[in-house]
Every structure is written in C-alpha cells, then in structure tokens.
C-alpha cells in the first residue's frame, strides 16, 4: 500500500516516531500549513516516556504514573484536533524499517518503508517532500555473570511494563546500575506495591555537588531528582552508591543478586560482596540512540554513535531530513520537546518556501541549550564502571542471539588477532542475530577493548524477503 504520493495540496512531511519531540515536531509543523503523517511503532502516541496504559486495563488514576501530564495533555489534544482538521494523519503499529531517498530535488523525494502490524509483514509506503526522524532511544545493556536468568529486565522495560501493563515482575526488586533513570524506576515500583530491597547506583551523586553552576539552568529537574530522592528515603529504600552488582542468583529464576563496593578506580573491592535476595533485578547503564535510519539515508553520526548530527535548526547534513529527540544525543523530555518544535517549525519554513526565522523558536532554544548543559553533566558523572569487564566471567553469554560468551570473544581478540569490532563479529557471530548487534554492541566492544563505531545498516529492523521483492511495486493512492 502507498500513501500520499501524487496529492496536490501543501508540502509534505513524514514524521518518525511519536514521543515527545515526534509529537511537538508534528504539532508545530502542522500549525504552519504543512500536511503531516507520522508514523509510529507504537499502538499510542507518547513514546515510552508518555507511555499509557491500555484503555481495557480500566486504570483509575493514570497520571500517578507519570510526571508532566499537563505537557502530555496538550500534546494528546493537539494530535486530536489536528488529526480531526485533516492537517496531521498519525499512522501507529507501523514499524519502518527503511527511508528511501529520490534522486532530484522534486517533490515526493523520499519514500518511508514500514511494516504494519503485530505481525509485521504488510508493507506501506509512505511519500514525503521532507523526512524528520524522532526514532528516540533504547537502554545500554552490559552483560554480567546471572544476567539472562528470567527475572531480570532492564530498568527501562520495569518502567515500561509498570506504565503500560500495570504490572510488575515480582515481589522484591533491586534497582541497579546507573543514571538518572533509576530513580523514577524505584520509586514507581515502591510506589506500585513492590518491595525495593536496594537502589544500586555505581556513580557517585556527590560529584554533581561540585558541578552545581551547571545544573543551575535546570533548577526544575534537581527539584524532580530531589523529589525522588525524599521519596525513597520515605520508603525507607536503602541506597547503595559506588556500588555495582556482581552476580545474579537462581535456578530457573532470580532468586538474589550480589552487589560489591567499587573503588575510585572503578574496581570492585575485595570483601565487600553482599547478597540481597530478590526476584526482580532492574538494571541500566544510560541510553542510546537509534541511529539506524539516519545511517542509512547517509547522515552523518558522532564516531562513537552517540547522537545524530544536527545544526541549530535540526537540519541533518543530509537535504530534507532533520532530526530531533534522543536520536540527536540523550537528553530527556523537555529537550526532546524542544528539539521536535525547532524541527517542526524549519521543516515546515523550509517546505513553504521561505527562510526560518529562529525568533520563532526563541524559547525552545534557550530550553534546548539549557538541557543539553545539564545533561552533559549528568553524562560525565553517571558512567559505567571504568572495569567493569573484569567481573564478566568466559562463561558469561554476551550475544544472546548467537549465544556467544565473553570467552570466545576475548578468544578472539587474544588468540585470533581480533583488532576491532567487525572482526569479532566476523569470528564469534556476535551481533548477527535477530538485534544486529544494537543490544550486544557495546558489551562486545567493551570486552574486545575495541572502539564502538558506526554500523551503516540498510535495514532499521529484520523484514520479510516477499517484501524486499515487492518494495515500490505497489501502484500510487491519491
């Protein structure tokens, strides 16, 4: 099926993603004329920090969830009503695996290739003048002895679960790792019902003490982290910083989890072991972006994949394409929010022919400045432990798709002369499962003593071969 390819009418734009800076992308576009679609893998628009529980679930108060809901209202409403005027069509559970651009600088210059469905096998074409990419974030995910047992989910998926399902895991849960995320993930687990037995946090808070002229532009989200932090103590939830866990415990399910005392070199220290018994163990250690369609359509990308590279209007390097949100460096909600607004404003200047005046945005820059100030901050203080290697033993699974342990690739790298990431891949098969190495990436490179870099994917997700053979075969819908 395609979709908006000969329509006359105003200029087009396809928006990816429907998270906050996908959301006030559309809504801003939307506003200066130009026809939107957006299209989005979710059910529900609001990405994972607005994630909403399904309206069967019946659930009474949704907003104890979530912080910001007036923002999220607004956002909620604003898809509505322009969806309702014609100016925005917001195309969910469509899963993109592939934008596609057109040689020319005529119009429909880019095809956005997606998947429909649970089953994602029905191929729909979407045509735009202008692509702008809110593809977000995913966790980081570092493999330690235990970590595969069921029981275990990332911080993340907690929350996740929490919001969407109204559901927990089980009954006593350890928080662990680190970053600013931990916080909300243990106070919304306590707050549901589950003991928190420990939040773990390998970073050390009081170095944002000596950072404190850099969290001043930001007074609100130390309020938010302060407001955590009471909140825990409340509870009576005790905390653990420098700390990080070692091993996870069980059978056929987690069972306890040992955390250790870390040294200020990053080192676990002899004797400090302690075992906490639990049958959840959330764990994270910060966020990453999802670059692969910018990859694909030539975007230029941080060298260590960190972020998409954007100028002040979110303009990629690459003509007709921006990018706003997480995709452009982790930085949460408010500048994600003001990042999509900036896009949505130039994207639509720039389709209607004329040059944006960034008056126009004037404060969503100064709140874009502002965030990523602080979360710089944050990034330099909330890190993984520097050797965090060292406590993942040979037998430790790290690919999961292929099965590949921590053994064969060290094997690969100190016997098989392994000098960087792709090599590993090549000898061990890590990273050529299902994920492509997005999950196991930064496990492998770690372990190899390898740079991370910049895995140029043409596809963004695995899609059937029938589809491949009938891409642009389908004949064009008004």
Excluded: N
């Excluded at 460096?329 to 040059?355: K, N, P, Q, Y």
Aim: charged letters at 20%.
């Amino acid at each position: 099926m395609s979709t908006d390819a000969t329509a006359a009418g105003p200029p087009r734009l396809t928006i990816v993603g429907a998270g906050p800076a996908g959301l006030a992308a559309a809504l801003a576009a939307a506003g200066q004329g130009v026809r939107v679609t957006v299209v989005d893998s979710a059910e529900a628009p609001g990405g994972q920090f607005y994630r909403q529980p399904a309206a069967g679930l019946g659930a009474r108060r949704p907003q104890a969830l979530h912080h910001q809901w007036r923002t999220w209202r607004r956002l909620r409403d604003g898809l509505e009503r322009q969806a309702a005027a014609g100016r925005v069509t917001h195309l969910s559970d469509h899963h993109v695996w592939c934008v596609e651009r057109h040689p020319g600088d005529g119009p429909h210059r880019f095809t956005v290739h997606a998947l429909l469905g649970p089953e994602q096998e029905a191929p729909v074409e979407v045509r735009a003048d202008a692509v702008l990419l809110a593809t977000g974030g995913y966790e980081k995910v570092l493999p330690f002895p235990g970590w595969t047992l069921p029981g275990v989910v990332t911080a993340g998926g907690a929350q996740a679960m929490l919001k969407g399902g109204l559901v927990v895991s089980g009954r006593t849960a350890v928080v662990a790792g680190t970053g600013p995320l931990l916080l909300p993930v243990a106070t919304g687990l306590a707050a549901a019902g589950v003991t928190v037995a420990a939040l773990v946090e390998s970073a050390d808070p009081k170095a944002l003490a000596r950072r404190a002229g850099a969290l001043a532009g930001r007074a609100d989200k130390v309020a938010e982290g302060a407001g955590y932090a009471v909140e825990l103590l409340r509870r009576r939830v005790r905390t653990l910083v420098r700390h990080t866990v070692v091993e996870a415990h069980g059978g056929d399910r987690l069972e306890a989890v040992t955390v250790a005392a870390l040294d200020s070199e990053g080192r676990v220290r002899p004797g400090t072991g302690r075992r906490i018994p639990c049958d959840t163990l959330a764990v994270g250690h910060g966020m990453l972006p999802h670059t692969d369609l910018a990859e694909a359509l030539g975007c230029r990308v941080e060298s260590d994949g960190t972020r998409v590279w954007v100028d002040d209007e979110q303009r990629t390097d690459v003509p007709g394409v921006w990018a706003a949100g997480e995709t452009t460096g982790i930085g949460g909600a408010a500048l994600s929010l003001a990042e999509g607004h900036i896009a949505g404003r130039s994207a639509a200047a720039r389709l209607l022919g004329r040059v944006p005046d960034p008056d126009e945005w004037a404060g969503a820059a100064k709140s874009r400045e502002k965030s990523r100030e602080f979360f710089a901050v944050l990034d330099a203080v909330y890190v993984p432990p520097a050797h965090w290697t060292e406590q993942v033993t040979d037998d430790t699974v790290v690919c999961r798709c292929e099965e590949v342990t921590a053994g064969q690739v060290r094997e690969a790298v100190g016997e098989l002369g392994a000098g960087d990431v792709r090599t590993v891949k090549l000898l061990t098969r890590a990273g050529m499962g299902w994920c492509q190495g997005r999950m196991c990436g930064p496990a492998v490179a770690g372990l190899a003593g390898c740079a991370e870099s910049v895995a140029r994917r043409p596809f963004a997700r695995p899609v059937p071969l029938g589809v491949l053979a009938r891409a642009g075969e389908t004949e064009d819908d008004e």
